[in-house]
């Protein structure tokens, strides 16, 4: 089964400096990879996703994404953090169902604190 | 466009007792989700819709845990009789059918925080 490991639970970095959440992943096959972000009492929003390509992928609000398929890591980073980037993140997986359709393994998350 | 709507946002009850809550899909989303999410852990898919029929249910205690999605747009999520581990919040999703090759993102709603006493 594909999953994702998400190895810190909170992230602490400086305002302007560059931040990264870290994200690891096991599947068999070709990996789609994705990054959620998660504001108190709020659902998770769609950051960036890796299907094939680039190993470099930029998503919503200067974020962008890492991947290296020999280290089977799928970074996200942020070349200045912001203190509103302060919230939760999640790294997600694709899988596939009983019903050959696909359903999306999240991680455990990251909470990022972004300080003045 | 509107967004993924649920209701109620909060909901407090008493271990034994039942309870419902409501999705509305963001219009034309064929794939609807809903999602379990404890205090501290990342979202666990419960069950998964494609229009009005489930193709994925794999983790959805069945024994108190039901869904359905009449005429392929909102959805209703029950439990009953709820369990103190049910305490968490139950998030809806929904997505475009994806294309060949492509990806739809999941739409989130803000979730129903329950609470079992």
């Known amino acids: 089964a594909q999953s994702v490991a998400q190895p810190e639970d909170q992230v602490n970095v400086a305002e302007g400096n560059p931040l990264t959440v870290k994200c690891t992943y096991s599947?068999?096959?070709?990996?789609?990879l994705f990054w959620y972000v998660q504001y108190p009492n709020r659902g998770l929003q769609f950051l960036l996703k890796?299907?094939?390509?680039?190993?470099l992928v930029k998503g919503s609000y200067g974020f962008e994404a890492e991947f290296n398929k020999s280290q089977t890591s799928f970074h996200l980073k942020k070349p200045s953090a912001l203190v509103s980037d302060s919230a939760l993140y999640f790294c997600?997986?694709?899988?596939?169902?009983?019903?050959?359709?696909?359903?999306?393994?999240f991680g455990t998350g990251t909470r990022l604190k972004v300080l003045a | 466009e509107a967004g993924v709507a649920q209701s109620p946002r909060y909901k407090i009850i008493e271990k034994r007792q039942s309870v419902a809550f409501w999705c509305n899909p963001i219009s034309g989303h064929a794939t609807l989700y809903w999602y379990q999410q404890i205090l501290g852990q990342g979202p666990k898919l419960l069950i998964q819709f494609q229009n009005n029929g489930v193709v994925d249910d794999s983790q959805l205690p069945k024994d108190r845990f039901s869904a359905e999605r009449l005429k392929g747009v909102d959805s209703t999520l029950k439990i009953q009789p709820a369990k103190l581990e049910d305490s968490a919040v139950y998030l809806c999703?929904?997505?475009?059918?994806?294309?060949?090759?492509?990806?739809?993102?999941?739409?989130f709603g803000d979730g129903t925080r329950l609470s079992i006493l």
């Open positions: 599947v068999s096959g070709n990996p789609y």
């Open positions: 999703a929904s997505s475009l059918l994806p294309g060949t090759g492509t990806h739809q993102p999941q739409h």
């Open positions: 997600a997986v694709r899988d596939i169902t009983t019903s050959g359709t696909y359903k999306y393994i």
């Open positions: 890796y299907i094939t390509g680039d190993n």
